[in-house]
């Protein structure tokens, strides 16, 4: 690694990365520094890049650091390196075809945030299967007067329906208010099958703890119960990646979660930041291994 004031040459993957202007605060209140979200990310890129591999990504771009002007970027930049692998997709609103990006090494994952990409965004399927994904995804997003206590209890009301299905599931903070609950899955069935599939389970739970859970349509984060985002199983929209940082204050993380964390109660979506995260993975692994390892089937829509 070579080093000048306010930029490196990071040597990952045997290839070179340019890093920049590291000493510009991202999180001013924080003091927190470009140049530490890109150590979080080279160190992180083991326990991620499982995640992102043969998946399309989103990403959250702030050039100026969280409280500048920021856009979401699913197609790779002009000045995209040719190491980093793109794929065409032609979406089915318009006639353009466009390069997704696909991260398959530190040195990409680095790249890319150095681009000011904060978050990581992943679609719920894979290469070569993209119209089928291999996981369903229930998004709890709190109501204005939910507190995160709300969303673990709902956490476990989804849980509990889940195992009385016979499927296994996962647990993570979404990274701001709320929770990502995921069921691994074989790549066997679309994505609209997928999404009603997951509403059916919502309406279950809505019916069954009405003052707790309700159900995504229109506009969300209203009131004290806990909306499940069904919408999320479709086919492009994305889900904030397991270990992404989140342009929020503090630098939290969406991290997976043991169920006993969930049921203890006593967890917060603050504990889990830039700071706090790296020395968790250390101690407990990659709680969400099990998501990789699919193998499931959704019963019949309940």
């Given at each position: 690694?070579?080093?000048?004031?306010?930029?490196?040459e990071?040597?990952?993957?045997r290839?070179?990365?340019?890093?920049?202007?590291l000493?510009?605060?991202?999180?001013?209140?924080?003091?927190?520094?470009?140049?530490?979200?890109?150590?979080?990310?080279?160190?992180?890129a083991?326990?991620?890049l499982?995640?992102?591999?043969?998946?399309?990504?989103?990403?959250?771009?702030?050039?100026?650091?969280?409280?500048?002007f920021?856009?979401?970027?699913?197609?790779a930049?002009?000045?995209?390196?040719?190491?980093?692998?793109?794929?065409?997709?032609?979406?089915?609103?318009?006639?353009?075809?466009?390069?997704?990006?696909?991260v398959?090494?530190?040195?990409?994952?680095?790249?890319?945030?150095?681009?000011?990409?904060?978050?990581?965004?992943?679609?719920?399927?894979?290469?070569p299967a993209?119209?089928?994904?291999?996981?369903?995804?229930?998004?709890?997003?709190?109501?204005?007067?939910?507190?995160f206590?709300?969303?673990l209890q709902a956490?476990?009301?989804?849980?509990?329906?889940?195992?009385?299905?016979?499927?296994?599931?996962y647990?993570?903070?979404?990274?701001?208010?709320?929770?990502?609950?995921y069921?691994?899955?074989e790549?066997?069935?679309?994505?609209?099958?997928?999404?009603?599939?997951?509403k059916?389970?919502?309406?279950?739970?809505a019916?069954?703890?009405?003052?707790?859970?309700a159900?995504?349509?229109?506009p969300t984060?209203?009131?004290?119960?806990?909306?499940?985002?069904?919408?999320?199983?479709?086919?492009?929209?994305?889900?904030?990646?397991?270990y992404?940082?989140?342009a929020?204050?503090?630098?939290?993380v969406?991290?997976?979660?043991r169920?006993e964390?969930v049921?203890a109660?006593?967890?917060?979506?603050?504990?889990?930041?830039?700071?706090?995260?790296?020395?968790?993975?250390?101690?407990?692994?990659?709680?969400?291994?099990g998501?990789?390892?699919?193998?499931?089937?959704?019963?019949?829509?309940?």
């Open positions: 690694m070579t080093q000048t004031a306010g930029q490196a990071w040597t990952l993957d290839r070179t990365v340019l890093v920049t202007h000493d510009k605060l991202f999180w001013p209140a924080d003091g927190v520094t470009k140049g530490e979200m890109l150590e979080y990310y080279r160190d992180m083991e326990v991620m499982p995640h992102f591999r043969d998946r399309p990504l989103t990403l959250r771009v702030f050039p100026e650091g969280i409280h500048g920021s856009f979401y970027r699913r197609d930049p002009e000045d995209t390196p040719a190491w980093l692998r793109t794929v065409d997709y032609q979406p089915k609103t318009t006639d353009e075809v466009i390069q997704l990006l696909i398959e090494d530190a040195a990409g994952l680095v790249w890319l945030a150095n681009q000011g990409a904060i978050e990581f965004h992943l679609w719920t399927s894979r290469l993209l119209p089928y994904p291999d996981m369903a995804v229930f998004d709890l997003d709190p109501g204005d007067q939910a507190d206590g709300r969303v956490a476990l009301r989804v849980r509990d329906a889940l195992q009385a299905l016979g499927l296994r599931c647990p993570k903070t979404s990274g701001g208010r709320g929770m990502h609950i069921v691994p899955l790549p066997a069935h679309p994505f609209d099958f997928v999404r009603e599939w997951v059916g389970v919502a309406h279950q739970l019916a069954a703890y009405p003052d707790e859970i159900v995504a349509h229109g984060h209203r009131g004290a119960q806990v909306t499940i985002d069904h919408a999320q199983n479709s086919l492009g929209r994305n889900t904030a990646a397991v992404t940082l989140r929020q204050p503090h630098a939290p969406s991290t997976p979660l169920w964390e049921e109660g006593d967890i917060r979506p603050e504990h889990f930041t830039i700071r706090t995260v790296p020395a968790r993975v250390v101690k407990e692994g990659d709680l969400f291994a998501v990789l390892q699919g193998g499931q089937t959704l019963p019949v829509p309940p």
